[in-house]
T-cell receptor, first 116, second 110 residues
Framework: GAGVSQSPRYKVAKRGQDVALRCDPISGHVSLFWYQQALGQGPEFLTY????????KSGLPSDRFFAERPEGSVSTLKIQRTQQEDSAVYLC??????????????FGSGTRLTVV | DAKTTQPPSMDCAEGRAANLPCNHS???????VYWYRQIHSQGPQYIIHGLKNNETNEMASLIITEDRKSSTLILPHATLRDTAVYYCIVRPRGSDKLIFGTGTRLQVFP
């Protein structure tokens, strides 16, 4: 597709439930990023993939958060045993070459997760 | 930590130029200045970036001071659709990630 696609658009989970959020990056984009955005805040970096390799996961808030990109295209962010503080918009972005100066990121519209 | 300081909010009349300031006094020589904006319920959108020269594209102009400690994003003729949160980000060359601050909420009014 022409842009980064995320699904579902909205997700309501009961506390303790596991969730999986999907990101379809732009075809051919090497780099893929996940961000978490709490209400009224800027996006916060979670993790970064270059192809299928997860090069940076320093932003994942706990071991309940896990991300994968097994074939270097689609990525899934999984949150186990969700807590109320996990409620946020989860944004995915891709770029042709993440480190290049002219490489702007293209973001998806995000998945809004609400934990009740 | 974000390396930039921006005013939390600004207003601009439709049709006028919107000038959004950003301070990045600790910027180093290999760090680029990027601007993104986020319209309500959408993901951030790339606007422009620069190193030390002023830059212009179809969306905006970026003016970087000679000492590189601050910059200004200029939207020459703001429209209602430019109402958004604007993020100024410094990013080292070769760095893979963008670190967002809290941005400036620009409200364009009729």
């Amino acid at each position: 597709g022409a842009g980064v696609s995320q699904s579902p658009r909205y997700k309501v989970a009961k506390r303790g439930q596991d969730v999986a959020l999907r990101c379809d990056p732009i075809s051919g984009h090497v780099s893929l990023f996940w961000y978490q955005q709490a209400l009224g805040q800027g996006p916060e970096f979670l993790t970064y993939f270059q192809n299928e390799a997860q090069l940076d996961k320093s932003g994942l808030p706990s071991d309940r958060f896990f991300a994968e990109r097994p074939e270097g295209s689609v990525s899934t962010l999984k949150i186990q045993r969700t807590q109320q503080e996990d409620s946020a918009v989860y944004l995915c972005a891709s770029s042709l070459d993440g480190g290049a100066p002219g490489s702007g990121y293209t973001f998806g519209s995000g998945t809004r997760l609400t934990v009740v | 930590d974000a390396k930039t300081t921006q005013p939390p909010s600004m207003d601009c009349a439709e049709g006028r130029a919107a000038n959004l300031p950003c301070n990045h006094s600790t910027i180093s020589g290999n760090e680029y200045v990027y601007w993104y904006r986020q319209i309500h319920s959408q993901g951030p959108q790339y606007i422009i970036h620069g190193l030390k020269n002023n830059e212009t594209n179809e969306m905006a102009s970026l003016i970087i001071t000679e000492d590189r400690k601050s910059s200004t994003l200029i939207l020459p003729h703001a429209t209602l659709r430019d109402t958004a949160v604007y993020y100024c980000i410094v990013r080292p060359r070769g760095s893979d990630k963008l670190i967002f601050g809290t941005g400036t909420r620009l409200q364009v009014f009729p």
